[in-house]
């Protein structure tokens, strides 16, 4: 009999013999192999503050083949991996991710936020790379299993107002030597504690692209969410660190367009010449930048709840429009948003000698539209507002 998904099984079944391929990834297939020395539950204060990063108890798993597809996916004891030195991922980059929080509510209930468009957007990411598809329904099916089991214990009720960081990653594992589609995969999804990003004392402050590195490019893969859109930004994000910022604002092309902050979007709300107040952020036609889902979801908020007072614009904007209104009293706020940064506000923009300032005090006092739309983001993330974005995790007892 084929083991259910069901995450209120009380007797999850440990036998492989439904290990059989199958073409699809179907979870009500899982096989549920729980942990008999589960981890102590580090305190808040200590979660994030090592040198690892802390992950729950229990990690979910899942083998493709070409030919055969989707064996049975598993719930078993978070641990190392097993991959050849071959492997398409290592040698290849044959990599993708998502990042996702699970919110505990103030009502006690355990929520994600819109899975439906990471599910969606890691398939999206998947077929960039040369990596086979999970059926989106069947990915967050198997997300809230991994919840139900290990939520209770990791962010219990008493922890209200706190997450849990979810990486869904998949890897190609084929481990023949050539520059060709994978033939074997593996999708693995686990959970851990990540240290609240959205509140930097004083603000978040960025410097811009050096002129010689471009993060992503038109016709590339910016708008997948690869591991090779990260690695290679970590130098220039350390040599602004180095100089006292936190994030650099990524430019592109020869009239610096702004794209992103970091790994997140970018947002300015600004006066126009016209005397309109505008939200302002990248547009998505050109594939340049990361379809964000606070991205999105910030965008529909403002279209929603500020409508009338905000005009909402996605269109192509460059650092030297941001330094001339700076110039002329014009620009109001600034903020990155993202799944790790949440809504962030920003202070300080260095570029090439000049400054762009909005001095903030240490309690990190945002602007009126970035505080409204963190107000209504998170009340939707953490129970406080009813709203069909935020999805209820079942429990297990």
């Not at 981890?39 to 055969?68: F, L, N, Q, Y």
């Not at 006690?108 to 468009?117: C, E, I, S, V, W």
């Not at 090779?228 to 660190?241: C, D, E, F, L, R």
């Not at 009126?368 to 963190?374: D, G």
């Amino acid at each position: 009999m084929s083991p259910s998904a069901d995450p209120n099984a009380r007797t999850p079944p440990t036998t492989t013999k439904s290990m059989e391929p199958h073409g699809e990834l179907d979870s009500s297939k899982l096989i549920y192999s729980l942990t008999i020395s589960p981890r102590a539950v580090p305190d808040a204060a200590s979660a994030t503050s090592g040198k690892e990063t802390i992950c729950t108890d229990h990690m979910i798993t899942a083998v493709w083949k070409a030919g055969s597809g989707w064996e049975a996916p598993q719930l078993r004891p978070y641990g190392a991996l097993n991959i050849m030195p071959t492997a398409s991922v290592l040698n290849y980059a044959t990599e993708c991710f998502e990042g996702m929080k699970a919110y505990r509510g103030d009502d006690g209930k355990l929520r994600l936020f819109r899975p439906d468009r990471n599910c969606a957007r890691f398939n999206k990411s998947a077929s960039r790379i040369s990596l086979p598809n999970i059926e989106a329904n069947e990915m967050k099916k198997l997300i809230m299993v991994l919840l139900s089991v290990d939520g209770p214990r990791w962010l219990p009720k008493e922890r209200a107002g706190s997450f849990l960081y979810l990486r869904p990653v998949m890897i190609g594992t084929d481990p023949q030597v050539g520059v060709k589609v994978p033939k074997e995969a593996l999708v693995y999804i686990i959970a851990c504690y990540l240290p609240p990003m959205d509140s930097y004392p004083g603000g978040m402050r960025l410097q811009t692209s050096p002129d010689d590195v471009v993060r992503a490019w038109v016709g590339g893969f910016g708008w997948a969410k690869l591991g090779a859109n990260y690695g290679p930004s970590i130098m220039t994000k350390a040599q602004a660190a180095a100089q006292g910022f936190h994030e650099t604002l990524w430019l592109y092309g020869d009239q610096g367009e702004c794209t992103e902050a970091g790994a997140s979007n970018f947002f300015v709300v600004w006066k126009r010449r016209d005397g309109k107040t505008e939200l302002v952020t990248a547009p998505l036609d050109d594939k340049l930048i990361l379809d964000g889902v606070t991205r999105g979801s910030c965008l529909e908020l403002a279209r929603q709840h500020l409508a009338g007072h905000v005009e909402v614009t996605e269109r192509k904007f460059t650092i030297h429009e941001l330094i001339e209104a700076h110039a002329e009293g014009r620009i109001r706020e600034i903020f990155a948003c993202g799944t790790g940064f949440f809504i962030c506000p920003i202070s300080h923009i260095h570029h090439q000698g000049t400054d762009i300032t909005l001095p903030m005090d240490n309690k990190n006092q945002a602007g009126e539209v970035t505080s409204k739309l963190k107000t209504l983001l998170g009340d939707i993330l953490y129970g406080r507002t009813e709203h069909s974005w935020a999805v209820v995790v079942p429990e297990r007892e």
